[in-house]
Every structure is written in structure tokens, then in C-alpha cells.
């Protein structure tokens, strides 16, 4: 009879969450798919020529998304309600949940792994989902870049919330959906991970022996 297996020698003492593609469904397409409705070269030319990533990106920097919206509504006038409609509805560009993330979320609490999350977000936004979403909770810190100025992939955001949370990165394991920011923080040593899935970084995190074997 094979011996029973073993778990993994713990590696990782802390895990480091993103929000939006992880634990959140966020796109700013599921906002606009119902203002455009079946013009969808519309919506991403919107979405690449007037809201841009770039344009948010300032309001994940701690520009307030109502000035944002004013003055970017002044430059086009013609889409001033669609532009509007970014800080007005902005709710609405999350989708729920990601399957089977929060639950992975409350299972590594459980094991006695401080867990804290590293987003880009809106302030406005944040607190508002901080409210509205219970898991929230469970972390053990946040850290958001529209109240720290600086954003993934910036190293400087991932060596200043491993100061923060007094964390050492080669026993710090961090997930998200987007590769840059996941090779951001293994150019600091963590262990990080593309999120693909919940059931992917479960096996991830068993291997790491954060989680015992199901």
C-alpha cells in the first residue's frame, strides 16, 4: 500500500490578491454593451479613442472619475452622456464575482495565511465595493493605487506594499489576471502567478503548501 501523501512544506506565508479579473468580473464592457447596444465597433472605438485606458488610468492614479468625466465630456461634447455614463453607472461595469475565487479566498484565510489586496482602482470606486462586496473582510490589508499615486506595473507599487505589510517576497505568493503586472512582482522575487481560473491557482497554492491536497 503506497504511503499516504504528504503535504507540501509551506513556502508561502502571505498571498497577495488582485481584485478586478480575480475576485471581480470588471469590464467597462459590461456598462457599455447596454448603451451601444448592438454597435459594437461603436463601443470599442469608444472605448480605444475617447475612454481610453490611458484616461483611466489616471483616475486609478486618484484623479476623482466626476472631474474626469467633466472634462473629457467638454473635449467631446457629442458623447457626453456615454462619458457621463463612466462615473454615473460606473457599478455596472462589474459583473459579480469570479467564479470560485472568493471561496478559494475564504479557504486560505481559514488555513491561517494573511492574505491582502493589490489593485488598481478608482477611489470612489473602492470604497464603494469595499462596502458592497463582503470579502473585502477577510483581507488582512488593502493596498490601492488611486490612494498610493502609483500603479501596476510600477515596481515601485508592489516594493512599497511589501514594505507596507512588513512582507518578504520570496515568501509572498501574488496573482492576477494581467502577465505584466505578474512579471513586475517576480522581478522582486515573489512567487507570482498568472490568475487563470480558480481552480488553476488552488493547485498553485497546494503546491506551494498553502493549501492541503483535496
Not at 475617447?50 to 457629442?78: K, N, V
Request: glycine share 8%; charged share 25%.
Amino acid at each position: 500500500m503506497a504511503p499516504p501523501e504528504r503535504p507540501a512544506a509551506r513556502t508561502v506565508k502571505a498571498v497577495l490578491w488582485d481584485v478586478g479579473g480575480v475576485l471581480l468580473q470588471w469590464d467597462p464592457r459590461f456598462l457599455y454593451r447596454k448603451l451601444f447596444k448592438d454597435d459594437v465597433a461603436g463601443m470599442e472605438e469608444f472605448l480605444a479613442n475617447i475612454c481610453t485606458p490611458s484616461w483611466h488610468a489616471q483616475q486609478d492614479l486618484g484623479r476623482p472619475i466626476a472631474e474626469a468625466c467633466a472634462e473629457l465630456s467638454a473635449e467631446y461634447p457629442g458623447h457626453a452622456a456615454l462619458i457621463r455614463a463612466w462615473a454615473e453607472r460606473n457599478e455596472e461595469m462589474v459583473n459579480g464575482h469570479v467564479e470560485g475565487s472568493v471561496e478559494l479566498l475564504e479557504e486560505v484565510v481559514a488555513a491561517g495565511v494573511p492574505c491582502y489586496a493589490l489593485t488598481n482602482m478608482e477611489r470612489e470606486s473602492f470604497e464603494r465595493r469595499a462596502q458592497r462586496y463582503e470579502f473585502f473582510n477577510l483581507f488582512d490589508g488593502h493596498f490601492v493605487s488611486s490612494f498610493e499615486g502609483v500603479m501596476k506595473p510600477d515596481p515601485r507599487f508592489f516594493k512599497l506594499a511589501l514594505e507596507r505589510f512588513s512582507l518578504v517576497p520570496e515568501e509572498t505568493l501574488f496573482t492576477d489576471d494581467k502577465p505584466d503586472n505578474v512579471s513586475a512582482a517576480a522581478g522582486l522575487g515573489m512567487a507570482a502567478t498568472v490568475f487563470r481560473g480558480a481552480g488553476a491557482l488552488r493547485r498553485e497554492l497546494v503546491a506551494k503548501g498553502v493549501l492541503p491536497p483535496s
